[in-house]
């Protein structure tokens, strides 16, 4: 039986709700796990026409959480970055993503951007889900077709990110 878009918000908000914190989210990153081995869900939401490279599937009115649809056809190589204020769940449906994740080794403040240094770098393969808390530095690198399900703790469209740079 095919999870809906229906469902998993429905579940995000539940999980949310029980828990705000760090309990809520690693419960929202077994939803995402669960919704990216669902491939009715993956055919329907995640196509180039509609989310390349983002889509907001579903924005909650009142826990500001949104699922996202990403498709990246080509070569994609992010960026040191941080979510701001926020947080993100990856999740990868088709192809690898690598990530990297980096630590902060100078604070930037005004005009000086934060300063960064790669810690550890690992594969993300389909199935895989991961949670990016508020302030973890990270960066993907994907060479191929990737799908990913985001969920974002608010809509990264509106939360200010932070001036990162590689040291």
């Not at 993100?88 to 993503?97: E, P, Q, S, W």
């Not at 690198?141 to 969920?151: A, E, P, S």
Request: one cysteine or more; proline letters at 5%.
């Amino acid at each position: 039986m095919t999870y809906t878009l229906e469902q998993l918000s429905s579940d995000i908000k539940a999980a949310l709700t029980a828990d705000p914190g760090k309990g809520g989210k690693e419960a929202v990153c077994k939803l995402v796990s669960k919704v990216l081995r669902d491939q009715d869900f993956i055919a329907r939401h995640l196509n180039a026409a509609d989310c390349k490279p983002r889509k907001v599937l579903y924005e909650d009115p009142e826990l500001g959480f949104c699922i996202c649809g990403h498709v990246y056809e080509k070569p994609a190589h992010g960026q040191p970055h941080d979510h701001g204020s926020s947080w993100a769940i990856y999740g990868v449906a088709v192809g690898d993503t690598e990530m990297t994740d980096w630590r902060i080794v100078k604070q930037g403040g005004g005009d000086a951007p934060t300063l960064v240094k790669a810690e550890k770098s690992y594969v993300m393969k389909p199935g895989d889900a991961h949670l990016y808390d508020v302030g973890a530095v990270h960066s993907p690198k994907r060479d191929g077709l990737t799908k990913l399900v985001r969920i974002e703790g608010g809509n990264l469209d509106r939360i200010k990110r932070s001036n990162i740079k590689a040291a």
